[in-house]
Structures are given as C-alpha cells and as structure tokens.
C-alpha cells in the first residue's frame, strides 16, 4: 500500500487490478476506512484498476489536529491521483466520500468520467446535531457514539442477522483516531453544497438507502433534481448500503458502467 502525502498529511492507498486498466476509485463514509469496499473490490479489480484510500482522519492515513473542509478532503483525492499518474478516474463515493465526490465534479470534472453518488447528501443535519456529536466524544471518547451509529447504519432487520458483521464495522468506528473524527465532522457540519451541484454534468449514480435516516431518500431525490440526467437506485438498506446490500448495490454499479 503507497503512501501518499498530501500537502503534509499522509493519506493510506491501496491499488490493485490491472494496470492498464480504467480505474475505479472508491472513498470511505466517516467512521470507516478503505476496508469498507472489500466486496466491491474484489468484484471491480477483475476489469477495473481499483484504488481505494483511507480519508484523512480515518483508517492508517493521518489525523492533523484541525477542522477539515470538504474542499481539503477532495485535494486529497487530487494528490492521491497525481502521485499516482493517473489522468482520470470514475469515482464512487459513500456518505462523506460521496459529499468529497460532488465538490469534485465540480471543480475537478476533466479528472473524472463517471461518479456514483451513494447514501450522502449535499447538505447533512443541523450544525447543532454535529457540534452535540463532537461534544461526545471529546468527553467520553469514540466508544460512547458506537451502539447509536450502528442503529443508524444499518437496519434492524440487518443489525439483528449479522452479528460479526455488526461487530466488525463497529470496531473500526470506535477505532478511528478521535482527533481525524472531529475533523471530518466539521467538514460535514459546514458543508453546504444544495444549490451548486446543479453545476455536476459528469454522467451521475445517486444510491440510496430506504432505511437510511442520516441521508434519507429525500436527499437523493432532490441531488436527482438538481444534477440533470443523473440516475437514482433505492435498496432496501440503511446508510451503509455496499455493505447491507453487498449483491444490489455492486449490480448497480455494473448495469450503471455498461452504459456507454
């Protein structure tokens, strides 16, 4: 796995696939890491170069002591794909990769052909809900928010079959370096991007998930609005839907990449 500095931080890649191949990025929701797209790698590595990261703040990539923006979260896409040589990629984004990925298309789109935006939103919450978050875990630590984000990631239905699963993503959250967790929550908490993703002409997927109450189905339909002939797929899963809904979410990925 390359190391990648990105004006100073530095930023955990992990490459695999052919090298001549069209490359497939994929970026981490808050909380998790590269490791999130295991499934979806293995699938798209078969005709894809795939290239995963971990945001900053997350997984082995490092954590400065500061607010992030969503604008230093997609220069860190930038320099990952610049150290990289890579001219172009398509680039399929959750939750906050999702919301790295509009800013993207939209002050980067000659870098990419393709975007999948999948369980974000352009706006998320009130800056009260995430300053109440940031308050937790600067008194009581990443193991306080861990049972409460499980509930919003995945579905009853889902928590309640899938034991190790659960357990697993659950350790990765509370994992996370704190200091790289609050950063990223600021980014998200002074992000506003509803009215300038009208800009977005890049080929779109928006993925939703019927049971996710962080970005619900109302935000997709209004990014479907507003990115004009972008496409929206609804599963029935929570907010971390690659995950909940491993087989529809990566056949949706397909049927979207065989149109030309």
Not at 1 to 6: E, K, L, S, W
Not at 31 to 47: E, I, R, V, Y
Not at 152 to 178: D, G, Q, Y
């Amino acid at each position: 796995m390359p190391t990648i500095d990105a004006d100073g931080t530095p930023i955990n890649v992990h490459v695999e696939g052919k090298e001549d191949a069209p490359v497939l990025m994929f970026s981490n929701s808050l909380g998790t890491n590269l490791q999130m797209w295991d499934a979806q790698a293995k699938h798209f590595s078969k005709n894809f170069r795939v290239v995963r990261y971990d945001q900053r703040g997350h997984g082995k990539s490092g954590a400065p002591a500061s607010a992030y923006s969503i604008e230093r979260l997609g220069k860190d896409v930038l320099a990952i794909l610049n150290a990289l040589d890579i001219a172009r990629v398509n680039y399929c984004g959750l939750s906050m990769g999702g919301m790295t990925g509009m800013w993207l298309a939209r002050f980067a789109s000659e870098r990419f052909d393709k975007m999948i935006f999948a369980n974000t939103a352009p706006k998320s919450q009130t800056p009260d809900s995430w300053n109440t978050r940031i308050g937790i875990i600067n008194t009581k630590g990443m193991e306080a928010i861990g049972d409460g984000v499980m509930n919003i990631w995945f579905t009853k239905e889902f928590r309640e079959k899938n034991a190790n699963t659960i357990s697993k993503m659950r350790a990765t959250l509370v994992a996370t370096n704190p200091t790289g967790y609050i950063g990223c929550c600021s980014a998200i908490r002074d992000m506003d991007q509803r009215w300038v993703i009208a800009d977005i002409k890049l080929p779109s997927l928006i993925i939703a998930g019927r049971g996710d109450n962080a970005t619900p189905l109302k935000d997709s339909e209004f990014m479907k609005e507003r990115i004009a002939g972008s496409e929206l797929v609804a599963l029935d899963a929570g907010h971390i839907s690659n995950v909940e809904q491993e087989t529809a979410f990566t056949a949706a990925l397909d049927k979207f990449f065989a149109r030309n």
